[in-house]
Structure formats: structure tokens, C-alpha cells
């Protein structure tokens, strides 16, 4: 299968190309530093996703059957990268007739409000007490900017034609990949707190393949 990654240098970007070439597909990484993956047998396509060049991500997206992104802001100053570069990213799928994406997201962002959804819900109906009372409202306060980046990244997803899946993990760990996970279609998963990075790319790239979780955003814990 041919795959487009979308910040393939990035904590869970690294994951999803290490893996997708372990499976033995053929990657296009778009990434800011083309020199972190030198020697790599992947095609590499330069572009800051925080001032997108069309050009570039056109050339990324040509033949993908599918874009996986890992796209997120890892500083203050980088907020609003993750929707500018998204909707960069779905402008060039247009353009080349790439329709599958995957993208990650956070567990708490179903209940943060956006321009297209100004009143979500007050509680994900997969919370259970901890994360309704204490888990959902200490996140989306101590990550406030990063949260209504990613809010935002969601609309313009849930505003395209394309054929999206949204992840939604809780707070990530760097342990190594289990592939022992759960998930859940359109809710988090009831008392998953944490799921380490690389099984959250494991299963992005699984969810390629699973046609009943486009249009739908799919939580992700231990």
C-alpha cells in the first residue's frame, strides 16, 4: 500500500513510519527536516506544516491510498498548527483524488467547544467518574491552546469529503508497542488512562482498512 505520513519525525509519526515500512509499504514522509531520516528507505517530501506549501504536499499526497497524520503543536508557539496543516493537507488530497485519512486527536476533545461545535457535550459518553469529574476538566485546562488546535482540526476534517478516522487517545507513554489495546467507535474507552504511542500508530494504520470507522472518531487505551 502506498502511505503519505504527515509529520513522520514526530512522537507518533516516528512510530507510524517505522512501522508502515516494517510491514512493507511504500511511505512518502513529510516531515520539516529531511535530514532526520536519512538514509531510510522512504521517499521524503520537505514541508513546515506550519506555513504549508501547496506544491509540496500536492507532491506528497499524488497516489496515496491513504494519508496517516500525526500532525499536532509540541509548543505554545506552534498552536494552530495542526489545523492550518490539516486543512493544507485535505486541499492537496482534493487536488491528487487521495481520499483516506487517519488522524490522532486526544480522548477530551469531544467535550471541547470549536466554531462548528460551540456547545459539545459536557462528558464523552465512554468517561467514567474519574475522567467526568477530574481527568476531562484538569486536561482541558492544562492544555487549553493545544486542545482547541486540535477542536479546530477536527472541524475541518468533519467539513471535507474525504474519507476520515479521527483517534483519540488519553494521556500517551513511550512504552514500547503491545498491540494489546481497546477501542471504541464515537466515545472514549471506559477506564483507559494512558496507551503508549506506538500502539496508537498500530492501530492508525489497521484503521486504514476498517471502512466502519470513516466518518467516526475511535477511542484508543490500555
Given at each position: 500500500m502506498k502511505l503519505t505520513i504527515v509529520a513522520a519525525t514526530g512522537a507518533i509519526g516516528r512510530h507510524l513510519l517505522?512501522?508502515?515500512v516494517a510491514a512493507g509499504h511504500d511511505v512518502t514522509a513529510l516531515v520539516r527536516n529531511p535530514d532526520r531520516l536519512a538514509g531510510l528507505p522512504v521517499r521524503v517530501v520537505a514541508a513546515d506544516l506550519a506555513r504549508p506549501d501547496p506544491a509540496a504536499l500536492?507532491?506528497?499526497a499524488t497516489g496515496a491510498?491513504?494519508?496517516l497524520s500525526g500532525l499536532g503543536a509540541r509548543t505554545a508557539a506552534e498552536a494552530g498548527v495542526a489545523r492550518r496543516g490539516t486543512q493544507a493537507v485535505i486541499e492537496a488530497m482534493r487536488e491528487t483524488g487521495a481520499r483516506r485519512i487517519v488522524v490522532v486527536s486526544a480522548a477530551p476533545i469531544g467535550t471541547v467547544p470549536s466554531p462548528a461545535?460551540?456547545?459539545?457535550?459536557r462528558h464523552d459518553p465512554g468517561d467514567g467518574f474519574f475522567m467526568r469529574h477530574l481527568g476531562a476538566r484538569f486536561a482541558r485546562t492544562a492544555f487549553r491552546t493545544h486542545y482547541a488546535d486540535l477542536a479546530r482540526m477536527e472541524d475541518v476534517l468533519r467539513a471535507s469529503d474525504l474519507d476520515w478516522t479521527i483517534s483519540r487517545p488519553p494521556r500517551l507513554t513511550d512504552k514500547p508497542l503491545t498491540g494489546?489495546?481497546?477501542t471504541a467507535l464515537d466515545r472514549n474507552v471506559r477506564g483507559g488512562l494512558?496507551?503508549?504511542r506506538a500502539d496508537v500508530a498500530h492501530h492508525m494504520l489497521a484503521l486504514?482498512?476498517?471502512p466502519e470507522s470513516v466518518h467516526r472518531t475511535v477511542g484508543i487505551a490500555t
Open positions: 517505522d512501522q508502515a500536492r507532491s506528497a491510498d491513504a494519508v461545535r460551540p456547545n459539545p457535550p494489546r489495546y481497546r494512558t496507551v503508549p486504514i482498512d476498517q
